[in-house]
């Protein structure tokens, strides 16, 4: 057998070959998968084409581009993001989508949602509408499904509760209707859910088992039933004002560890505010206006270990003396206590906190005491304060002298003689 006979290549010949070979891998390392291609052409498809704006993401979906290789192109400009695969395969898939809030309208119901490692899904600030479809649980990956500020209606699909790697799940400010689905409980990655600002149900479920939960906000509802006995330990803010809410406040809401901010205004809460809510070390806002409470109950230590800045307990109906403690309280500089039907004198702690704290302790810088019953004389240290120093109100009260050249007592006048006397006693003379 003779040798092999050498075949001479010409360079021209050896770079065309490189060239053809790194072509081969580059566009084999681009290419999106064609069910994420159909997925984005379905989306594409359910949006009205007169809501597409020029400039805006989807006006520059041109399918006949590939839409995860066009990074020196004015095609797919933006709307979504591509990773791609490992050797051997290569290929580019979707693994977030998120448009632009360009107003766009139609629906997100047609859609297969076939995006299995789709981790973050956010078409937030549009007007899309019709309902939630339940093929989003197709996407088995999901982190963050944010679907807020849209015209999405109907009941939240129950198949939500199988997209367990959720963390994030934004759905306020939309029409949705009925309850919170109990099978929520089993999303036990989930650390924000937001679901204010629509138009549910019912009672709220038990949300105990999700001990990641840091953020719930349910405000702006219909939602009906008392408070949930138990909510999950990792809580840091919890907001359900503007339901119809009714009941007493619970005694383990104050013991949530990490509890930083609870708003439940405008309900319909009774009964008396544990003093727990008072002595709570991370508890910074506690607004619990509008509701028909009726007593404030005074805390071991005068809430002198308190966190808290900000109190607001007006519009409801408590009586008694006012809680001079919250005068001891160390950070705290805002609290309104209008509009209910407490009497007697202005605490002397709430005056010097307002005009001569103590070193490391904050002033008030928001004092409104008004539309209550308050009678006697304005403490001295408060006559001592300038306009503009401070918020300070104390109309609509039954004090003995309260002129309209002090700025705390304008805006209106002090209740009539027989207004006070009615609801006082013989205390004023």
């Known amino acids: 057998m003779g040798n092999p006979v050498p075949v001479e290549l010409s360079s021209s010949s050896v770079l065309l070959g490189l060239l053809a070979l790194s072509s081969l891998f580059y566009n084999a390392a681009s290419t999106t998968y064609w069910r994420d291609i159909l997925v984005l052409k379905q989306l ?19 399918f006949s581009h590939d839409p995860c290789d066009t990074l020196f192109s004015d095609k797919f400009t933006c709307g979504f993001t591509c990773d791609t695969l490992p050797f051997p395969s290569q290929v580019s898939r979707v693994t977030e989508i998120a ?63 199988r997209l367990t790697h959720l963390q994030d799940l934004l759905l306020d400010a939309n029409a949705l209707t009925g309850p919170i689905p109990p099978s929520f409980s089993e999303l036990l990655n989930l650390k924000r859910l937001d679901i204010q600002g629509n138009q549910l149900t019912g009672e709220l479920p038990d949300l105990s088992p999700l001990t990641s939960l840091n953020s719930l906000d349910c405000s702006h509802n219909s939602f009906s039933g008392q408070l949930p006995p138990n909510l999950p330990p990792s809580l840091l803010e919890i907001s359900m004002r503007n339901n119809n809410l009714g009941g007493p406040l619970p005694l383990k809401i104050g013991k949530l560890p990490f509890l930083q901010v609870l708003d439940l205004s405008y309900n319909q809460l009774s009964g008396s505010v544990p003093p727990s809510f008072f002595t709570h070390p991370s508890l910074q806002q506690l607004s ?109 009260n039954c004090l003995l ?29």
């Open 44 to 62: 594409k498809l359910g949006i009205d084409p007169d809501s597409v704006s020029p400039g805006s993401c989807i006006s520059s979906w041109d």
């Open 99 to 161: 448009l632009d809030q360009a107003t766009y309208s139609g629906t997100i119901s047609s859609i297969s949602w076939n995006l299995p490692l789709l981790r973050s899904l956010d078409l937030s600030g549009n007007n899309f509408s019709g309902p939630i479809p339940a093929s989003l649980s197709n996407l088995t990956r999901l982190t963050r499904l944010i679907l807020s500020t849209n015209s999405l209606s109907g009941p939240i699909p129950d198949s939500l509760s």
């Open 288 to 396: 619990l206006s509008y509701n028909n409470l009726t007593s404030v109950e005074v805390p071991t230590g005068l809430g002198t270990q308190s966190g808290l800045i900000a109190i607001d307990l007006s519009n409801n109906h408590l009586t008694g003396l006012l809680p001079g403690f919250m005068g001891l309280m160390p950070k705290l500089s805002a609290l309104s206590l209008e509009n209910n039907t407490f009497m007697g004198m202005i605490p002397t702690q709430y005056a010097f906190k307002a005009v001569w704290p103590q070193p490391g302790i904050a002033p008030f810088q928001r004092l409104l005491l008004g539309g209550n019953f308050i009678y006697g004389p304005i403490p001295d240290p408060l006559m001592k304060l300038h306009p503009g120093s401070s918020l300070i109100s104390l109309v609509n």
């Open 401 to 429: 002298v309260c002129p309209n050249t002090l700025f705390f007592c304008q805006g209106a006048n002090q209740k009539s003689l027989l207004d006070c006397r009615n609801n006082i006693g013989p205390v004023i003379p």
